[in-house]
């Protein structure tokens, strides 16, 4: 009859991850404890630093290296040094890996005669949007992601799901002439 094919989603781009930047400004602000330092090389490239190039998981900061500052009495994130941080070529390499599935899925999809969405844009768009905070917002924790994500700061949140089925409605309507009715598009706060 027909199907839909979704491209993968470049997972750069969720809020669990964090410029090294964020880090070293929420440094700056004082939100870290002394026990647990964010080392220059989170900073901006203006004062040596790769922070605006590196993205540093969530959980390896507030879980990994609290959890050494705790235990040790102290812990550094390093975004020049550390392994569970993305350094720019690592960043690249999934951003191209994301880009080549999803021209096999689209080429797929056509070759098939289906409908294919690629939610990339979408979710950059919403980025840029400020609705995906560059880093968690402490003082909202019902919506420590933003409203675009779940508290994990990876899966979409429940409006984010309205905008994803309403992307998948709109592209079977427009490859097989149907008139599925949209959700209702949710208030984001934007």
């Given at each position: 009859?027909?199907?839909?094919?979704?491209?993968?989603?470049?997972?750069?781009?969720?809020?669990?991850?964090?410029p090294?930047l964020?880090?070293?400004?929420?440094?700056?602000?004082?939100?870290?404890?002394?026990?647990l330092?964010?080392?220059?090389?989170?900073?901006p490239?203006?004062?040596?630093?790769?922070?605006?190039?590196?993205?540093?998981?969530?959980g390896?900061?507030?879980?990994?290296?609290?959890?050494?500052a705790?235990?040790?009495?102290?812990?550094?994130?390093?975004?020049a040094?550390?392994?569970?941080?993305?350094?720019?070529?690592?960043?690249?390499?999934?951003?191209?890996?994301?880009?080549?599935y999803?021209?096999?899925?689209?080429?797929?999809?056509?070759?098939?005669g289906?409908?294919?969405?690629?939610?990339?844009?979408?979710?950059?768009?919403?980025?840029?949007?400020?609705?995906?905070?560059?880093?968690?917002?402490?003082?909202?924790?019902?919506a420590?992601?933003?409203?675009?994500?779940?508290?994990?700061?990876?899966?979409?949140?429940?409006?984010?799901?309205?905008?994803v089925?309403?992307?998948?409605?709109?592209?079977?309507?427009?490859?097989?002439?149907?008139?599925?009715p949209?959700?209702?598009?949710?208030?984001?706060?934007?």
């Amino acid at each position: 009859q027909g199907g839909v094919l979704i491209g993968v989603l470049d997972l750069t781009r969720v809020p669990f991850l964090s410029p090294g930047l964020a880090y070293w400004q929420a440094a700056q602000a004082g939100l870290f404890t002394d026990a647990l330092q964010v080392s220059e090389t989170c900073g901006p490239a203006s004062e040596g630093g790769v922070g605006e190039e590196t993205l540093v998981p969530f959980g390896y900061v507030f879980g990994d290296l609290q959890n050494e500052a705790f235990q040790e009495g102290s812990a550094t994130l390093d975004c020049a040094e550390a392994e569970r941080v993305l350094s720019p070529s690592e960043i690249q390499v999934i951003r191209s890996r994301v880009t080549q599935y999803n021209q096999v899925l689209q080429e797929e999809a056509s070759g098939r005669g289906w409908a294919y969405v690629d939610l990339n844009p979408q979710f950059v768009e919403l980025g840029e949007a400020g609705l995906v905070p560059p880093f968690p917002d402490f003082e909202n924790p019902t919506a420590f992601f933003g409203p675009v994500f779940s508290l994990d700061g990876v899966h979409p949140s429940a409006d984010a799901h309205r905008l994803v089925a309403n992307a998948i409605m709109e592209a079977v309507n427009v490859e097989y002439g149907t008139s599925l009715p949209l959700l209702e598009a949710p208030d984001l706060g934007s």
